[in-house]
C-alpha cells in the first residue's frame, strides 16, 4: 500500500516536472518573439524619427544613407517629399513621407498590440510556473519523507 502511494508521488512529480519544462519552453520561446518585436518596434520608431527629419533636409543636400548591417553611403537628395515603402508581398510604393508615417504608425500599434499580448502571456507562464514549482516542492518533500 505504502509503495503504492509511493509510487503515485513519483509519478505525480515526474508529470509535473514535464510541464514544469514545456512552459519553461514556451516561456523562453515567447521571450524570443517579444525580443524581435521589440527589435521591429525600434526600428519602426527610427525610420519614423527619420521621416519627420527629411522636412529639415533641402533638395540636393549630401547625407548619409544606410545601407544596413551598419554600412552608409553618403547621398543626395533629390525629393524629400516623396520616399519608396514596402507595403508588404514584395511591393513597393512611392509614397508622401507624410503617409509612409501613417503606415508605419499603423504597423507599429499593430506590434504594440503584439507586444501587450505576448508579455501578458509570458507573465500568466510565469505564474504557472511558480504554481508548478511550489506543487513541485511539496511533492518533493512528500516523496523523501514516505
Known amino acids: ?19 514544469y519544462q514545456l512552459i519553461k519552453q514556451q516561456l523562453s520561446a515567447f521571450i524570443e518573439k517579444k525580443t524581435a518585436v521589440d527589435e521591429q518596434m525600434n526600428e519602426f520608431n527610427s525610420t519614423i524619427d527619420a521621416l519627420h527629419k527629411l522636412d529639415n533636409v533641402k533638395n540636393g543636400e549630401e547625407i548619409w544613407s544606410s545601407l544596413g548591417s551598419g554600412s552608409f553611403v553618403v547621398s543626395d537628395i533629390r525629393d524629400t517629399k516623396k520616399v519608396m515603402i514596402a507595403l508588404g508581398a514584395g511591393v513597393v510604393a512611392k509614397e508622401s513621407a507624410e503617409r509612409a508615417i501613417e503606415i508605419l504608425q499603423g504597423r507599429l500599434e499593430e506590434l504594440t498590440r503584439i507586444e501587450h499580448d505576448l508579455t501578458s502571456d509570458m507573465t500568466n507562464l510565469a505564474h504557472a ?18
Open 129 to 146: 510556473m511558480n504554481k508548478l514549482e511550489s506543487e513541485l516542492e511539496t511533492l518533493a518533500h512528500h516523496a523523501e519523507n514516505e
Open 1 to 19: 500500500m505504502i509503495k503504492r502511494k509511493k509510487e503515485h508521488v513519483h509519478q505525480e512529480l515526474q508529470a509535473k516536472y514535464i510541464q
